[in-house]
């Protein structure tokens, strides 16, 4: 059975750094892209980040571009995300999420929140 | 970047209904579409990929149509347990959801 679980969310001022982490499971990870995808409060959903299955290669979309760093650690099973100079528009929860195909996401693990607030 | 437009927002429907939820890309996506089902407080579910193939383990009342900009999903005989919200994503280019439809029982 696929897993993911995150963890590293909680409460952190503007400006400051967070780091989440994603253990996988029930897979082969390094055969996997891996993804972040956000969730306002009550909104949408927004991609975050992606990782190619070595590493080797990552993708931002230009909200978070220069201020999140995605990362693998393929002997470990874990996916990262580096969040630095957070904003409050940063405040969402963040799911670990399997890439499957050309960029459609078939595993989500249960999500982690992170609040930016002083 | 490439727009998703979802339509309706919200939706009410009897058991037993047939639903369609509408999404519309602001280019050609080549049917790089995912549809998703995120139930109240829980984790967003793959329903269906490239626009027409439903995902393992999804029942197949639910099912996915339409080609270039416009795409949708249907899903027959409402039940109960798919109250939720639905959110399409396109993946041709770097990918983007729709808006999302919130879908509760009249």
């Known amino acids: 059975e696929v897993q993911l679980v995150e963890t590293g969310g909680g409460l952190v001022q503007p400006g400051r750094s967070l780091k989440l982490s994603c253990v996988a499971s029930g897979f082969t990870f390094n055969n996997y892209w891996m993804s972040w995808t956000r969730q306002a409060p009550g909104k949408g959903l927004e991609w975050v980040a992606s990782i190619t299955n070595s590493g080797g290669s990552t993708y931002y979309p230009d909200s978070v571009k220069g201020r999140f760093t995605i990362s693998r650690d393929n002997a470990q099973n874990t996916l990262y995300l580096q969040m630095n100079s957070l904003r409050s528009e940063d405040t969402a929860t963040y799911y670990c999420t399997r890439v499957m195909g050309d960029n459609y996401f078939d595993y989500w693990g249960q999500g982690v929140m992170v609040t930016v607030s002083s | 970047d490439i727009q998703m437009t979802q339509s309706p927002a919200s939706l009410s429907a009897s058991l037993g209904e047939t639903v369609t939820i509408e999404c519309r890309a602001s280019?050609?996506?080549?049917?790089?579409l995912a549809w998703y089902q995120q139930k109240p407080g829980k984790s967003p579910q793959l329903l269906i990929y490239n626009a027409n193939s439903l995902h393992t383990g999804v029942p197949s009342r639910f099912s996915g149509s339409g080609s270039g900009t416009q795409y949708s999903l249907k899903i027959n005989s409402l039940q109960s347990e798919d109250v939720a919200s639905y959110f399409c994503?396109?993946?041709?280019?770097?990918?983007?959801f729709g808006g999302g439809t919130k879908l509760e029982l009249k």
């Open positions: 280019e050609d996506i080549y049917n790089g």
């Open positions: 994503q396109q993946y041709y280019n770097y990918p983007t």
